[in-house]
């Protein structure tokens, strides 16, 4: 493999490497923000069990 082969390859792995971490990153944000609105879900619907048991009242 000449040198310009080898330069070659390990850009490859590097650039590899970066994407597989910025998945991961993204994939991160994402199960964050998934939780987040499943808690505001669950919130709203609280609130509206609340309100409904008020109206009854």
Not at 4 to 10: F, K, Y
Not at 13 to 40: D, G, K, N, P
């Amino acid at each position: 493999m000449s040198q310009d082969e080898e330069i070659v390859q390990q850009n490859e792995e590097e650039i590899s490497a970066e994407a597989e971490s910025a998945e991961e990153v993204v994939a991160q944000e994402a199960e964050e923000q998934i939780a987040e609105a499943i808690e505001e879900a669950a919130a709203a619907e609280e609130e509206k069990e609340e309100n409904e048991v008020s109206q009854d009242e």
